[in-house]
Structure formats: C-alpha cells, structure tokens
C-alpha cells in the first residue's frame, strides 16, 4: 500500500499470515478473548493487531517486564507477566472465569500446560513453534476435561493452500491501506551492520521487527 514507507513494507507479510490463521482457521471473531503469548514478537504483535480489527479482546503474555507497557501501547487489552505466580488465574479473571476461546503460542514447552488451563471448554490452541528449550508435555488431563483442540499451524497453513493465500492477502492488504494493521519497527540497520542486527535480535530485546537495509 501507497501509505507504508519501504522500511515498512518489507517488514509485512510473515507476521500478518501468520497471524490470520486465527481469522482463518481459529474463526476469531467480535467478543472472543485470545491469548497471545510471547506477544512482544512481530507475530504476536500482528496478532494483537487483528484481534482489535475484528473486535476481539487480545491478551498479551510476557516474561519481560520491561515489555509490558510497549505491549499495552500496540493495543494489547491486557498484558499478564507469566514470570508471576497466579498467571493463569488472572487470565480466568480477566474473562470472569469463563476462559479464553484461543490462544496463540510459539513457546510450548511445559508452559502448554498452563495454557491450556486458560482454555474455556471447546477452546483451540494454535501451536505455531517451540521456543522453549524444554520438553512439552501433552496436557492430556485438560484437553479431556474440556474438550480442548491443541492445533499444530505454521506459516504454511496459509501460503500452501491458493484459496486461503489469497484471501490473506487481500485482507491484510485492505486492512494496511486503510491503516487497521501498521508494522511495529523495532530498529533498522545498514548492510555492513548486520553483525550488530545479529546481537540485538540474540538480545531479545526488540519490540517488533528488525530490519536490515541495503543502503
């Protein structure tokens, strides 16, 4: 769209296809709460942005706490630290006990555990990475009990499927003229400074993408 600058037009389509798979797939829709974890990523904060779009509630996790007020500037209804004890207790209590109808999460690991203990009953997990360096055990006691659906998704979930590519794109592109979705640009760097876009991507202290420029 004519309205991005060239920084931020390469800085698009990963994240937001990524993230449409909760329009998609998840059916996202106006009222649901959706728990967004490791929100401070360009995929959670793409998130964050299409759940406000359709006029769903987001809730963003972090373990940063340093994070936590950029999270609630990029439209985050709610931001829970998930380095506190009761973690998942908030979350219940930020939808009256009722649960969240998705969660979105690239960590897994034993985090999965308290995830699905978000969950309401018949609620979906998109499993979309594992971040975390730890086994992940099946919450085989949750999903039974509420009747839960733990979802492997990627990327290709999308782009391999012409129909569902297209209709991405068209969204996101729609969306980005008109100025619903923006991409958060963490920092740019030059070419020759790509050794330095290297440590501060290892540094895990970006808020958005990171982009590296030719010029």
């Given amino acids: 769209p004519e309205n991005l600058n060239p920084v931020e037009g390469a800085a698009i389509w990963m994240q937001y296809l990524t993230a449409y798979g909760l329009i998609e797939i998840g059916k996202m829709q106006q009222g649901n709460h959706v728990l ?4 401070a990523s360009s995929v959670g904060l793409a998130a964050i942005q299409l759940a406000n779009a359709v006029g769903a509630i987001p809730i963003a996790t972090t373990r940063n706490r340093a994070k936590e007020a950029s999270l609630q500037d990029a439209g985050a209804k709610f931001v829970v630290n998930t380095k ?10 930020i939808t009256s006990g009722k649960g969240v109808d998705l969660a979105f999460d690239p960590v897994a690991g034993p985090e999965l ?13 998109f499993e979309y990475g594992a971040l975390s360096s730890e086994p992940t055990p099946f919450p085989l006691s949750v999903v039974l009990g509420n009747n839960l659906t733990v979802r492997g998704y990627t990327l290709f979930s999308i782009v ?13 592109f729609d969306r980005l003229a008109s100025s619903e979705l923006k991409p958060v640009i963490a920092r740019t760097f030059t070419l020759d400074q790509i050794v330095d876009a290297h440590r501060y991507l290892e540094s895990n202290e970006q808020i958005g993408k990171i982009v590296v420029t030719a010029g």
């Fill in 36 to 39: 967004i974890t490791a929100a």
């Fill in 84 to 93: 506190t004890e009761g973690w998942v207790e908030k979350v219940r209590e």
């Fill in 113 to 125: 555990e308290r995830v699905a203990q978000t969950m309401r009953p018949e609620g979906t997990i």
């Fill in 160 to 172: 391999t499927h012409p129909e569902r590519f297209e209709r991405s794109k068209r969204w996101v």
